[in-house]
């Protein structure tokens, strides 16, 4: 995971607009080389199965991009009531997919921070300051606390970004190009509700529950010589 990216704090002038966009920009570019290969080589030894099949475990929310991958690899959509196992390295894939997504975030000292600075110069405060508060709503307005401890650590450090050494410094543009459909990928690799936890529920009641979670680590199967609760 030390390949995604990181997040790297950088103090006004130390850096000047191309270096600081180039700093941003690298890990995240160097970490979804090794993420992709990783979730088709992951697919590869998957399985799709019907949730019929399980009796509880983790689900972990289903991006767009692994969609499509599964998609792609199996041949077919996925039914609302079929699951997808994962493997280990698909299990990696899909890590991998989520923290650089969560890097990419247009925010303060993140690597998209970073990208966003470089691009807009900065105006990209206003865009972090929004994006921030709109996280904040969004948990408050759905109830969902998925990343709550990310938001806040956020909220602490500011959503400003220091200012470079040079922010005259030209781009190019190769590098905006680069940099917008960098930033692009959070649409496709950003899950809101990234993990649940399923209990051992009865297929009736599975079958309702969360349709865009698809993609499922069962960590507990149920045992062989489970004790029967129903008679009491």
Do not use: C
């Not at 995604?4 to 191309?18: T, Y």
């Not at 090794?34 to 475990?57: A, N, V, Y």
């Not at 960098?182 to 079958?207: E, H, K, Y």
């Amino acid at each position: 995971l030390g390949t995604m990216g990181a997040v790297i704090v950088q103090a006004s002038g130390h850096a000047d607009r191309k270096q600081m966009f180039d700093i941003g920009i690298t890990g995240p570019l160097a970490g979804l080389v090794l993420t992709i290969p990783f979730m088709i080589l992951g697919l590869h030894d998957s399985q799709i199965k019907s949730l019929e099949e399980f009796g509880g475990g983790m689900s972990f929310g289903n991006p767009p991009l692994l969609q499509w991958l599964a998609e792609w690899h199996f041949g077919r959509p996925l039914l609302p009531t079929e699951d997808v196992v994962l493997t280990p390295f698909l299990h990696a894939g899909w890590v991998g997919i989520l923290v650089t997504a969560l890097n990419l975030m247009p925010i303060g000292q993140l690597d998209g921070g970073h990208i966003l600075y470089g691009l807009i110069g900065r105006k990209a405060h206003r865009v972090a300051v929004i994006l921030l508060w709109t996280a904040v709503f969004w948990m408050f307005f759905t109830g969902n606390w998925s990343y709550s401890a990310i938001v806040f650590l956020l909220l602490v450090t500011g959503a400003r970004h220091p200012p470079t050494r040079d922010d005259s410094v030209p781009l190019g543009g190769f590098r905006v190009l680069l940099g917008w459909l960098t930033l692009a990928f959070v649409v496709i690799g950003f899950t809101p509700n990234p993990i649940s936890i399923d209990d051992r529920l009865p297929p009736q009641v599975q079958l309702t529950a969360k349709p865009e979670t698809v993609f499922v680590w069962r960590f507990s199967e149920k045992p062989e010589h489970a004790p029967d609760r129903s008679a009491k």
